[in-house]
């Protein structure tokens, strides 16, 4: 039977041999290998970190600029503002869990950290970014 996710023994079969005996599973089932080389993952990280300081920078530039001056306090500005608070947050906690697994080759939280990413992600409006996506709860 799979033993699903446990910390340190992601994608190990329980119940192969003897009682309790652990090992990888049969061929064609889940292993514990990355899922990419380390070149790429190293794209991946390249991209998310780009998308992040971008994402961080311009919605900071943006609430900076509401701020700082009064014309632009009206009910359009003020959605818009709300959108760019929303894209920020998704940038700090949503981008930053996939980013750190990228750079390790693999999703290195547990797995309050892979829910941490997805709610993250979902609660500040992953919609809204085009570098973050909730599908890390897949392969936690």
Same mark, same amino acid.
């Given at each position: 039977m799979y033993s699903g996710n446990?910390?340190?023994e992601q994608g190990y079969w329980e119940g192969g041999g003897a009682a309790g005996a652990e090992g990888p599973g049969p061929a064609g089932t889940l292993s514990p290998a990355p899922l990419f080389s380390p070149s790429t993952y190293e794209r991946l990280a390249l991209l998310l970190g780009s998308i992040g300081l971008?994402?961080?920078g311009s919605n900071l530039l943006v609430l900076?600029?509401?701020y700082k001056f009064q014309r632009l306090r009206t009910p359009t500005h003020l959605f818009l503002v709300n959108i760019?608070? =929303?894209d920020l947050l998704v940038s700090v906690f949503g981008v930053t869990f996939t980013? #750190? =697994?990228c750079l390790r080759n693999g999703w290195v939280w547990d797995t309050v950290g892979c #829910?941490?990413?997805g709610f993250s992600s979902s609660l500040f409006g992953a919609g809204s970014s085009p570098g973050c996506s909730t599908s890390n709860l897949a392969t936690c």
């Open positions: 446990r910390s340190g971008l994402g961080v900076v600029l509401y760019s608070l =929303s980013f #750190v =697994s #829910v941490w990413d």
